[in-house]
């Protein structure tokens, strides 16, 4: 089974910036999308920023411009760079991986990513 392994979360003053990344174990991908969707409290899990195996990007349009997603395909690992970071980003932030030939979806842990002053 995949393991998802995410890091880079944390606490960090409005108009800061973090870097999330994940790492997920076993086969290298061939097709697949990867990224990250974020759930705050009483609120649903919404799509932040994906990535496909082509490199085509799917951004929230709520970080459209401040969030950068990217990939390293021979590590099976996307990096999210969050940047002029605001009190409404707060949410866990779950990493995601979609195998499109299997139809197979993995989700890690989850990491707390809170803004605030």
């Known amino acids: 089974q995949v393991q998802l392994v995410e890091s880079g979360g944390g606490l960090v003053q409005p108009g800061g910036s973090l870097r999330l990344s994940c790492a997920a174990s076993?086969?290298?991908?061939?097709?697949?999308?990867m990224g990250w969707y974020r759930q705050a409290p009483g609120k649903k899990r919404e799509l932040v920023a994906v990535?496909?195996?082509?490199?085509?990007?799917t951004y929230a349009d709520s970080v459209q411009g401040r969030f950068t997603i990217s990939k390293d395909n021979a590590k099976n690992t996307v990096v999210l760079l969050m940047k002029s970071l605001k009190p409404e980003d707060t949410a866990v932030y779950y990493c995601?991986?979609?195998?499109?030939?299997?139809?197979?979806?993995?989700w890690g842990q989850g990491t707390q990513v809170t803004v605030s002053s």
């Open positions: 995601n991986v979609y195998l499109t030939l299997s139809e197979d979806d993995y």
């Open positions: 076993g086969s290298i991908f061939r097709f697949f999308i």
């Open positions: 990535i496909n195996s082509g490199g085509s990007t």
